[in-house]
């Protein structure tokens, strides 16, 4: 897996002065340390009705998420990775830096080096990958995941691993651009096959 990223933004961000209200109040706490929308809710702004809707989704996988904050963050930097979606990298990375996360653990969980990461860590990124690249985990990684988690997580699992994909397709297509420079250069991802129990 592997994103096509445009060069330059294909649709440019909408100015806050063309957004509905109601629009304006969705997207209240989605703004950078200078007061500005950032760049993903604005451009998505181009469809207000379908961002007011989607937010809610993104509240609940980004606020109200039942995973733990850090194994969260490193699922969505892995998902940045592979997708060479490096909006949705450089926001994560900064995210992660503030729950905790050390920069050598956020470039092995994007790397695919994941030996040195805890036993929920690892079955987490396994289970990523195998979702980004068949929409599914076989039993074996099922049993892993359930012996770890339950129930109302797993289904965070598959919340988060979806949301992501989708902002890392939409980042990619309509070549949303980095806000300046980025936090920590995007790694290569390395495949990852699955591990045994």
Not at 54 to 62: P, S, T
Request: hydrophobic share 40%.
């Amino acid at each position: 897996m592997s994103g096509v990223v445009p060069e330059k933004a294909r649709l440019q961000p909408v100015d806050e002065g063309e957004l509905h209200e109601k629009t304006l109040a969705s997207l209240a706490p989605y703004r950078d340390q200078d007061g500005r929308v950032y760049t993903i809710w604005a451009t998505l702004a181009h469809h207000e009705d379908a961002l007011r809707r989607f937010i809610v989704f993104g509240n609940h996988v980004l606020g109200k998420n039942t995973l733990p904050l850090q194994s969260r963050e490193l699922m969505i930097l892995r998902i940045a990775a592979r997708a060479r979606a490096a909006y949705e990298w450089d926001q994560h990375v900064r995210i992660a830096r503030r729950a905790g996360l050390t920069e050598d653990t956020i470039l092995a969980a994007a790397t695919g080096d994941w030996d040195g990461l805890d036993e929920l860590d690892r079955v987490l990124l396994t289970a990523t990958d195998s979702l980004l690249d068949r929409q599914g985990v076989d039993d074996e990684l099922w049993e892993r995941l359930t012996a770890h988690l339950g129930t109302e997580q797993v289904i965070d699992v598959l919340y988060t691993v979806g949301q992501y994909l989708t902002i890392a397709t939409v980042i990619n297509t309509l070549g949303v651009q980095v806000e300046g420079d980025l936090a920590l250069p995007l790694p290569e991802p390395t495949e990852k096959k699955e591990e045994a129990a």
